[in-house]
């Protein structure tokens, strides 16, 4: 059965499971989707109270974003899982040669790059949430505020889980300009959403 087809008990059985897909990038995605469908819940309940009028044309906005970036990870959890598919395919392959060593080699290092870049898409979509939370605190519904913190918490685990991944992956590259590449996209969604945090814990606790 394919992943994207799972529901959600049948997920977690998958992820329990002896297989090694899905795994902890897959799991990332699923939590960065919950993050943004709680800043979703808040923004639409926040649009049916007249008390909060003022912020209306905000909280829409906030709704679609969120919606969007819910769908995004979910379309990233199958793109996860495949890119750490073909890591194993690849360790896989023959190497009982020279040449099938070398171009063993060569499909192993293509998959790794793949299966960094996965979970850096990841990250970058975990760290657009953190900065919409941020948003979301400001509409002012205090009898939410709880969830907005939730949602935040859940996004910043999806962050560092996601990094996680692209560093492990970077161990066994070998391509430097790749990694370099990588790690300066990762370095920059993790400064922009660590100061999105905050921002958002102050409003949070204010």
Known sequence: M????????????????????PGGGSAAALTGAMAAAL????????????????????????????????????????????????VIAAQALPRGTDAEKRERMEHVQTALAGAAEAPLGVAGLAAATLRLAELTAALGNDHLMSDVDCALRLARAALDASAANVKVNHRFLKNAEVITAQASRLAAFLDTAAAAERRTLRRISA
């Open 39 to 86: 800043l979703a819940m808040v923004a639409r309940i926040t649009l049916g109270s007249p008390k909060h009028a003022s912020v209306h044309s905000i909280a829409q906005r906030i709704v679609h974003d969120a919606d969007v970036l819910r769908a995004d990870f979910v379309a990233a959890r199958p793109i996860d899982e495949a890119a750490y598919g073909a």
């Open 2 to 21: 394919r992943a994207s087809v799972l529901n959600f008990d049948e997920y977690l059985d998958r992820l329990a499971s002896s297989d090694p897909t």
